[in-house]
């Protein structure tokens, strides 16, 4: 887990998001993002669906302490902005317990924690409202939406300043190997107008303009 992991926060979002254009995967978690550019985070979901607390009261986040390391916790609020789901209480024990970081279909509060401690929260927005008694988690590990990005248990999610996307775990060896390939690409167009060339020749030598198209499904032969 570690080494995918690194390979994905080495490969960045930004190419991880052409791959999965490529390859045909819906993965891009438009309008969350962190609250430095320089957070970023690696790691299998570890998901949590939330609802509006209704009659029956019940708890915000008691499911903390069952996230296992390296793990990161996403929240799906249906995109709501007027009820946290996250708290500088959550993020000290996320970040004392080696939880990769937190992804919130909604909002957080208590913001200046999550960045003295440098542990990445990555949300639509901040404020001060709290959740208690107004909304309340109803079911872990199952499977939610993200920004209308479907995310199930285990699938890889990846953030950094350019944003979140998640990875489906069945595609996660796909992607890494696109990815690459791109940032390789892209690399070979840097050090080319870095020694002098033309940007038009150095992408097209490098195959720029396919970089991200989809894919040609490959023949099978039966």
Not at 91 to 113: E, M, P
Request: with cysteine.
């Amino acid at each position: 887990m570690e080494d995918v992991a690194a390979r994905l926060k080495a490969i960045g979002v930004t190419s991880l998001s052409d791959a999965l254009d490529r390859l045909g995967i819906d993965g891009q978690c438009l309008g969350i993002m962190g609250f430095t550019r320089e957070m970023s985070f690696a790691g299998p979901a570890f998901t949590v669906r939330m609802v509006p607390v209704g009659q029956t009261g019940g708890s915000v986040g008691d499911y903390i302490d069952d996230v296992k390391p390296g793990q990161v916790v996403v929240l799906d609020n249906n995109g709501r902005l007027d009820a946290t789901v996250w708290g500088d209480i959550l993020t000290l024990v996320a970040h004392l317990n080696g939880i990769a970081g937190t992804v919130i279909d909604g909002v957080c509060r208590d913001v200046g924690r999550s960045i003295q401690l440098d542990y990445p929260v990555f949300a639509r927005a901040n404020t001060m409202r709290t959740g208690k008694d107004r909304v309340t988690a109803d079911a872990y590990n199952v499977t939610i939406q993200v920004a209308g990005v479907r995310v199930s248990p285990g699938d890889w999610v990846v953030g950094d300043g350019d944003g979140v996307v998640c990875i489906p775990s069945d595609a996660i060896e796909g992607i890494l190997h696109t990815a690459e390939k791109i940032e390789a690409a892209e690399q070979k167009i840097r050090d080319a107008v870095q020694a002098g060339s033309r940007l038009d020749e150095a992408r097209a030598k490098a195959g720029y303009h396919s970089l991200q198209s989809r894919a040609e499904p490959q023949a099978r032969n039966d």
